[in-house]
Nanobody, 124 residues
Framework: QVQLVESGGGSVQVGGSLRLSCAASGYTISSKYMAWFRQAPGKEREGVAG????????RYTDSVKGRFTVSRDNAKNTVYLQMNSLKPEDTAIYYCAAHANGGPWYDGATFKYWGHGTQVTVSS
Protein backbone atom coordinates (compact mmCIF):
# COMPACT_ATOMS: atom_id res chain seq x y z
CA GLN A 1 0.00 0.00 0.00
CA VAL A 2 1.42 3.33 -1.08
CA GLN A 3 1.53 6.00 1.56
CA LEU A 4 2.84 9.53 1.39
CA VAL A 5 3.00 11.21 4.77
CA GLU A 6 3.66 14.90 5.06
CA SER A 7 4.99 16.52 8.21
CA GLY A 8 6.55 19.76 9.34
CA GLY A 9 3.61 22.09 8.96
CA GLY A 10 2.62 24.55 11.63
CA SER A 11 1.98 28.18 12.47
CA VAL A 12 4.63 30.81 11.92
CA GLN A 13 4.82 34.56 11.68
CA VAL A 14 5.50 36.47 8.52
CA GLY A 15 9.10 36.05 7.47
CA GLY A 16 9.49 32.75 9.25
CA SER A 17 10.54 29.40 7.87
CA LEU A 18 9.26 25.86 7.81
CA ARG A 19 10.59 22.65 6.35
CA LEU A 20 8.06 20.15 5.12
CA SER A 21 8.87 16.50 4.68
CA CYS A 22 7.10 13.84 2.65
CA ALA A 23 8.00 10.29 3.56
CA ALA A 24 6.96 7.52 1.21
CA SER A 25 6.24 3.94 2.16
CA GLY A 26 5.18 1.02 0.01
CA TYR A 27 6.63 3.00 -2.87
CA THR A 28 10.13 3.85 -4.07
CA ILE A 29 10.51 7.45 -5.11
CA SER A 30 13.98 7.17 -6.58
CA SER A 31 12.71 6.85 -10.17
CA LYS A 32 9.69 9.10 -9.79
CA TYR A 33 9.04 12.74 -10.33
CA MET A 34 7.75 14.29 -7.12
CA ALA A 35 5.90 17.51 -6.43
CA TRP A 36 4.36 19.68 -3.78
CA PHE A 37 0.93 21.25 -4.13
CA ARG A 38 -1.09 23.49 -1.88
CA GLN A 39 -4.68 24.48 -1.47
CA ALA A 40 -5.85 27.54 0.39
CA PRO A 41 -9.44 27.94 1.61
CA GLY A 42 -11.72 28.87 -1.26
CA LYS A 43 -8.97 28.47 -3.83
CA GLU A 44 -8.01 25.83 -6.33
CA ARG A 45 -5.13 23.48 -5.70
CA GLU A 46 -1.91 24.77 -7.22
CA GLY A 47 1.44 23.25 -7.97
CA VAL A 48 4.13 24.76 -5.77
CA ALA A 49 7.32 22.89 -6.66
CA GLY A 50 8.48 19.82 -8.52
CA UNK A 51 11.70 17.82 -8.67
CA UNK A 52 13.04 15.30 -11.13
CA UNK A 53 14.35 11.93 -9.99
CA UNK A 54 17.84 13.20 -9.19
CA UNK A 55 16.78 16.52 -7.79
CA UNK A 56 18.80 18.23 -10.50
CA UNK A 57 15.88 19.91 -12.19
CA UNK A 58 13.39 21.73 -10.03
CA ARG A 59 10.38 23.83 -10.93
CA TYR A 60 8.49 26.41 -8.92
CA THR A 61 5.38 28.44 -9.24
CA ASP A 62 6.28 32.10 -9.67
CA SER A 63 4.98 33.20 -6.28
CA VAL A 64 7.48 31.05 -4.37
CA LYS A 65 10.59 31.38 -6.52
CA GLY A 66 13.56 32.49 -4.47
CA ARG A 67 11.81 31.58 -1.20
CA PHE A 68 11.04 27.87 -1.45
CA THR A 69 13.42 25.03 -2.23
CA VAL A 70 12.39 21.49 -3.10
CA SER A 71 14.86 18.68 -2.51
CA ARG A 72 14.89 14.94 -2.12
CA ASP A 73 16.79 12.20 -0.40
CA ASN A 74 16.13 9.05 -2.38
CA ALA A 75 18.00 6.94 0.14
CA LYS A 76 15.49 8.05 2.77
CA ASN A 77 12.59 7.88 0.32
CA THR A 78 11.72 11.42 1.31
CA VAL A 79 11.07 14.72 -0.40
CA TYR A 80 11.40 18.09 1.31
CA LEU A 81 10.12 21.61 0.85
CA GLN A 82 12.12 24.33 2.57
CA MET A 83 9.99 27.43 2.88
CA ASN A 84 11.62 30.73 3.82
CA SER A 85 10.35 34.29 4.04
CA LEU A 86 6.84 33.03 4.48
CA LYS A 87 3.92 35.30 3.70
CA PRO A 88 0.26 35.18 4.77
CA GLU A 89 -0.66 34.15 1.22
CA ASP A 90 1.37 30.98 1.72
CA THR A 91 -1.22 29.79 4.20
CA ALA A 92 -2.66 26.53 2.87
CA ILE A 93 -2.70 22.80 3.21
CA TYR A 94 0.40 21.44 1.53
CA TYR A 95 0.31 18.10 -0.23
CA CYS A 96 2.98 15.80 -1.55
CA ALA A 97 2.32 14.09 -4.88
CA ALA A 98 4.01 11.20 -6.65
CA HIS A 99 3.91 9.02 -9.77
CA ALA A 100 3.63 11.49 -12.59
CA ASN A 101 2.04 10.31 -15.83
CA GLY A 102 3.98 12.64 -18.07
CA GLY A 103 1.68 15.62 -17.77
CA PRO A 104 2.62 19.10 -16.54
CA TRP A 105 4.22 19.06 -13.09
CA TYR A 106 1.88 21.79 -11.88
CA ASP A 107 -1.26 19.89 -12.84
CA GLY A 108 -2.68 17.72 -10.08
CA ALA A 109 -4.12 15.32 -12.66
CA THR A 110 -0.54 14.37 -13.52
CA PHE A 111 -0.05 12.55 -10.24
CA LYS A 112 -1.46 9.26 -9.01
CA TYR A 113 -0.50 9.23 -5.34
CA TRP A 114 -1.18 11.92 -2.78
CA GLY A 115 -0.54 12.49 0.88
CA HIS A 116 -3.17 13.75 3.28
CA GLY A 117 -1.55 17.13 3.64
CA THR A 118 -0.06 19.30 6.35
CA GLN A 119 -1.39 22.69 7.38
CA VAL A 120 0.80 25.76 7.07
CA THR A 121 -0.47 28.98 8.63
CA VAL A 122 1.40 32.26 8.32
CA SER A 123 0.22 35.13 10.47
CA SER A 124 1.15 38.78 10.41
Amino acid sequence: QVQLVESGGGSVQVGGSLRLSCAASGYTISSKYMAWFRQAPGKEREGVAGTDVAGARTRYTDSVKGRFTVSRDNAKNTVYLQMNSLKPEDTAIYYCAAHANGGPWYDGATFKYWGHGTQVTVSS
